[in-house]
């Protein structure tokens, strides 16, 4: 079974085209987040999900949008696609136990889903 | 802002030889993670560094951490060829950031015969 799973893997799509990349995680994760890698490898987290709140929204344009149904999903929409919306995207789950920190914290990372907008 | 720093950003290893990936880090933080990502693939956790002084071994691959000089090491041992890979460093800025890792730009390991 995969643990953080997303689909689709390749979304090749218009500029100006609205899609969405789906995420799910069972290993039971109260957190899971949304990375972009550009195309030099950088990874930058954009959002993060606890329980289904928003608890980090980093500076990305209004056009994406997170939504989490409950703590095992975390699908990202992208309205108006533009030419550098192009990257890969990776959903990630954690557990983090209240405000400290559990021992083991590490992220999960799910496959990535490479977007290409023509 | 908290910055993360890897080099070399490039490393081209032979088999059977021994090297370091260095990870420097601008603001103060007690967690680094390694990560590795095969071509094409996802990221996969290879160590969590939780205090000062940490080291963790796990087969030929060896991290350490020390917060005093914001410096984690990845040290490779007698290295393979399926040790290929990118392998980057992330730090937590801790709190209630809830897993905000800021990750470094990567090293792209290629080991030869």
């Known amino acids: 079974d995969t643990a953080v799973s997303q689909t689709p893997k390749y979304l090749v799509t218009q500029m100006g085209n609205d899609k969405s990349i789906k995420c799910e995680q069972n290993?039971?994760?109260?957190?899971m987040y949304w990375y972009k890698q550009d195309s030099k490898k950088f990874l930058k987290i954009m959002f993060s999900?606890?329980?289904?709140?928003?608890?980090i929204n980093e500076t990305v344009p209004n056009r994406f949008s997170p939504k989490s149904p409950d703590k095992a999903h975390l699908n990202l929409h992208i309205n108006s696609l533009e030419l550098g919306d192009s990257a890969v995207y990776f959903c990630?789950?954690?557990?983090?136990?209240?405000?400290?920190?559990?021992?083991?914290?590490?992220?999960?990372f799910g496959s990535g889903t490479q977007l290409s907008v023509l | 802002e908290l910055k993360v720093e890897q080099n070399p950003l490039f490393l081209s290893m032979q088999e059977g030889k021994n090297y370091t990936i260095y990870c420097n880090y601008s603001t103060t933080s007690d967690r680094l993670y390694w990560y590795r990502q095969d071509p094409g693939k996802s990221l996969e956790s290879l160590f969590v560094?939780?205090?000062?002084?940490a080291v963790k071994q796990e087969g030929r691959l060896m991290a350490s951490l020390d917060t005093k000089a914001r410096l984690s090491t990845l040290h490779i041992t007698a290295a393979v060829h399926d040790l290929s890979a990118t392998y980057f460093c992330?730090?937590?800025?801790?709190?209630?950031?809830?897993?905000?890792?800021?990750f470094g730009q990567g090293t792209i390991l290629t080991v030869h015969p």
């Open positions: 290993l039971g994760h109260d957190t």
């Open positions: 560094l939780l205090s000062n002084g």
């Open positions: 992330a730090v937590n800025a801790g709190g209630t950031s809830y897993g905000k890792l800021t």
């Open positions: 990630a789950s954690s557990q983090v136990k209240g405000i400290g920190w559990a021992t083991n914290e590490k992220l999960f």
């Open positions: 999900y606890n329980n289904k709140e928003l608890i």
